[in-house]
């Protein structure tokens, strides 16, 4: 599984569930940005915080130049996990796999196997079979991030943030470890997890469009509308919701004031976690921060 990390961070940002194409998405009373300014409660130098997108098609990304200089300014990179650290990244391999020995055969119907069998060959050009023992959301988000799906071969922010922090000599940081993700994971059963599969596999069409939606509203780079999109593509599962990105959230914020306290900070977290009244960007005001936007 070489793709492993792009895998489990994309899991993040791209979720079952009906998204609502760009045009529905809802407005936000106050405009929005992918890029954050953070300064005040006492800060004496700023620092920043980055919307990313963890499986995107590379012409759908903002340009490394216009977010370069804004690295260069901070003395660390913070992103979700440690992706420099190889001990961190090599305990992810074995989070991939459905425990006790089991298969996605075991929590599946052989007919629901030979449809989640026939998206496979046709997006990946191998069979289920060879990926039976990994986690169904993992499956789920290895076939909708396929070349032959989304027209690209996806590329993701933070691998080369990270390589360009590392470049420029800069340490990398991690807001939270890979098993406090999978614990997140985990919390939807395995059995919930196939039949989220399963019905991908009945028309992955309907997928591969709500993500291409996404992206579209993704590059207008409105934080505040990515979440209203994100939000709405998970009403059937409210109480996910909140473990995916409001307890999280939560969590993450003593952890950023700690950054910010120490040092010129670049935070590089996925864009469905800044807005929203449970978002980043308004609990960190919420606690004195003066967060402002930073066109791109």
């Not at 599984?1 to 899991?11: D, E, F, Q, R, Y």
């Not at 405009?31 to 300064?39: D, E, H, N, Q």
């Not at 069409?205 to 939606?213: A, D």
């Amino acid at each position: 599984m070489k793709n492993a990390a792009l895998i489990i961070t994309s899991l993040f940002f791209v979720c079952a569930g009906s998204i609502a194409a760009y045009a529905q998405a809802k407005t936000s009373e106050e405009a929005g940005s992918l890029l954050y300014k953070v300064t005040g409660n006492g800060l004496t130098q700023p620092s920043y915080i980055f919307g990313t997108f963890h499986a995107i098609c590379p012409s759908e990304m903002v340009p490394f130049e216009k977010l370069d200089s804004y690295l260069t300014k901070s003395d660390q990179l913070m992103m979700e996990i440690d992706m420099d650290d190889s001990v961190e990244m090599g305990s992810m391999g074995k989070a991939l796999i459905i425990p006790d020995g089991k298969t996605i055969k075991d929590f599946m119907t052989a007919e629901q196997f030979a449809k989640v069998d026939a998206m496979f060959t046709n997006l990946l050009g191998y069979p289920a079979e060879n990926v039976k023992m990994v986690k169904p959301s993992m499956l789920m988000v290895l076939a909708i991030t396929s070349p032959k799906a989304i027209g690209c071969t996806p590329t993701a922010y933070d691998t080369s943030l990270m390589k360009n922090a590392v470049a420029m000599k800069k340490p990398v940081v991690g807001l939270e470890t890979v098993a406090s993700q999978i614990k997140v994971i985990d919390s939807k059963p395995i059995d919930k997890q196939a039949k989220d599969l399963y019905e991908m596999a009945a028309d992955p069409e309907k997928s591969i469009k709500e993500l291409k939606n996404m992206m579209a509203v993704y590059k207008v780079g409105d934080a505040e509308k990515i979440f209203a999109v994100t939000e709405s593509m998970m009403t059937t599962d409210k109480e996910f919701q909140r473990r995916l990105l409001d307890e999280r959230n939560i969590a993450w914020i003593p952890k950023l004031e700690a950054a910010f306290k120490e040092k010129p900070t670049f935070v590089a977290v996925g864009a469905g976690h800044l807005g929203g009244r449970n978002g980043v960007i308004k609990l960190l005001r919420k606690k004195g921060y003066n967060v402002a936007t930073v066109k791109l």
